[in-house]
């Protein structure tokens, strides 16, 4: 299994209203009222955090009858907060708002937006963009975190790029053992649910037998 098979499943997977409540309801009930108000000034980070919230239930959905995947660190409000302690060892620990961090020696080293373990001792992580911008200081960002990962966890890491334009050139270029996948338009989609449907909806998150604490991923 390599980050590319992962970029498969989810361009195959077909996004749903489902996937869309699901996504929208882990934005908070601020969040989703600007994600409905595009003339705000924070309209555009609300709808980046809706579509890496969409990557993420597209990720659990196509995984769940992939055997290739072990596991796919919880986020968002699928992950469970813990305050962290000046005692607790390097690796993973979640934000208030479900981020996925790393710190190192108490400090956060890096923010990552999926993380993915493969049955064959890969892990993939992800991050979510909707407006490619230079590729130099990113492809230098992933590759630091790339580093990282393999210094806390020692198995092969790879890296996925999650787009909802497909761009000519620039960020589709990564490493030799990384991927892209591209969903497109997926900032747009909550259009396809009005928002009385979801602004004061709440949902239990979607089951799943991948899904696991990042700290166990």
């Not at 195959?12 to 869309?20: C, D, F, N, R």
């Not at 699901?22 to 000034?41: C, F, G, I, M, S």
Request: charged share 25%; with cysteine.
């Amino acid at each position: 299994m390599s980050a590319s098979e992962v970029a498969g499943l989810l361009a195959g997977e077909e996004v749903t209203l489902s996937h869309i409540r699901r996504a929208v309801h882990h934005l908070t009930k601020q969040n989703r009222a600007l994600l409905y108000d595009e003339e705000h000034p924070l309209h555009k980070s609300a709808a980046g955090e809706f579509f890496e919230a969409l990557v993420y239930e597209l990720l659990i959905s196509s995984s769940e009858e992939a055997p290739c995947i072990q596991s796919i660190a919880a986020k968002l409000s699928d992950a469970e907060y813990i305050p962290y302690d000046k005692y607790s060892p390097d690796g993973l620990w979640y934000s208030r708002d479900g981020g996925i961090r790393f710190k190192i020696g108490g400090r956060v080293a890096a923010e990552i937006d999926l993380l993915i373990r493969t049955r064959d001792g890969v892990r993939v992580f992800g991050e979510v963009i909707t407006s490619p911008t230079g590729t130099k200081g990113f492809l230098a960002e992933v590759a630091a975190k790339k580093s990282l990962l393999s210094e806390l966890y020692g198995d092969p890491v790879e890296f996925l790029l999650v787009l909802s334009t497909d761009p000519k050139t620039g960020l589709r270029c990564v490493g030799d053992n990384d991927a892209f996948a591209v969903i497109p338009g997926g900032d747009t989609l909550y259009k396809k649910v009005l928002k009385s449907e979801v602004i004061m909806r709440k949902l239990s998150p979607a089951k799943s037998t991948k899904r696991v604490d990042g700290r166990v991923w």
